[in-house]
């Protein structure tokens, strides 16, 4: 039986030898990217200088939490470093994100740092991505239209809903929907797709954004590249 909150925490803790002090750093959202949060407040607690940009609501409140000094993306002119999870990624290193819902944040973050280290346990790793459904935001206006049409490219669209029924709503008032496509072939070619329909705010594939990724099997924590 794989204890994948060890890997999570093996993954996370490798990340901070990525992070220099005195750099600005992106903050994840995620349970993997929580432990990265927690250990990062740690090492500011012992006197390490950084600053961080919190890719949602609940990253801002964890690090506020771990005294991690934060600021926002106007204050900054580039991230150095920004360390986040992934539903799923493939030998490219090609991810899709959202599964917490915050892929928009995460997404603006990633493309504004020079690296983006990606932490993730074992079974985040595939050979094609698809199985994890693929989160797609839209403005709550354009919803259905949107639904159909990503039906139209074979997949099955759920919207995504809390607990109590009602739609699950993203720190910017937007919904999701969930597209499982089964297995994605061409990831930059969906991508592109899903991105040229109207009411689509963001979709969770990261396409040539991930400078590595630290993967953990057991405790061991693997480097992988783009092949």
Request: proline letters at 4%.
């Amino acid at each position: 039986m794989v204890d994948y909150e060890i890997e999570k925490e093996a993954a996370a803790r490798a990340s901070l030898a990525f992070v220099k002090d005195g750099d600005v750093v992106g903050l994840g959202t995620g349970s993997t990217a929580a432990y990265f949060i927690k250990f990062l407040g740690e090492k500011v607690k012992a006197g390490f200088k950084v600053r961080g940009v919190p890719t949602s609501a609940r990253a801002q409140q964890l690090a506020q939490q771990c005294g991690i000094p934060l600021v926002g993306l106007d204050e900054v002119a580039q991230i150095d470093v920004d360390v986040d999870g992934a539903d799923e990624f493939d030998p490219q290193l090609c991810l899709i994100k959202g599964g917490g819902g915050a892929l928009l944040r995460e997404k603006i973050v990633a493309s504004a740092s020079k690296k983006f280290v990606v932490v993730a346990d074992s079974s985040k790793q595939v050979a094609a991505l698809g199985k994890f459904p693929l989160p797609v935001e839209v403005i709550p206006f354009a919803e259905a239209l949107v639904a159909r049409q990503i039906s139209a490219l074979g997949a099955k669209v759920a919207l995504r809903k809390t607990e109590q029924g009602s739609p699950f709503t993203t720190d910017e008032h937007h919904h999701i929907l969930d597209c499982s496509f089964e297995k994605i072939n061409h990831p930059a070619s969906l991508a592109a797709t899903l991105s040229a329909i109207p009411g689509v705010v963001e979709h969770g594939l990261f396409i040539n954004m991930a400078t590595l990724v630290l993967v953990a099997k057991g405790s061991k924590v693997t480097e992988l590249r783009a092949l």
